[in-house]
């Protein structure tokens, strides 16, 4: 539990502010800030985009009688590309990016699927099923 919270409040932040410095040395201040306003405009439009999809398909599935859980893992995702395009900086807009994107949104669901099976065979995670 200790590092993926130090990774979020530590090490992003670091991260975000080294690019933000490389980039607005090399393209100045006011470049930079405006790049960062699109980049969040143009995320936030994607998200919306992808939702409504993503939202139509778990009308038609949950219409037909199908699960819809796989649709909702990717609102889930979804929603946190959203808030990673609204939080300022090139890191999480570029991870918010490819949480957007089908292709590595799947990559990233197979590896969190293995992680979260890996942990639920060892005993950290208890899954009560009913």
Do not use: C, H, W
Not at 26 to 46: D, E, F, K, Q, S
Not at 54 to 63: H, L
Not at 71 to 81: D, K, Y
């Amino acid at each position: 539990m200790f590092f993926p919270l130090f990774f979020i409040f530590i090490i992003v932040p670091i991260i975000e502010i080294s690019l933000l410095i490389e980039v607005g040395s090399r393209i100045g201040t006011a470049n930079t800030i405006v790049v960062l306003l699109l980049t969040a405009l143009i995320g936030i439009y994607m998200v919306k985009l992808v939702g409504l999809g993503v939202m139509r398909r778990m009308q038609q599935n949950m219409n037909e009688g199908v699960s819809p859980a796989e649709e909702m893992v990717n609102g889930m995702m979804l929603l946190i590309a959203g808030v990673l395009f609204i939080v300022p900086g090139f890191f999480t807009d570029t991870i918010g990016l490819l949480m957007v994107i089908p292709f590595s949104r799947n990559l990233i669901k197979k590896i969190a699927r293995r992680m979260i099976d890996k942990k639920v065979s060892s005993g950290v995670i208890y899954i009560n099923r009913l």
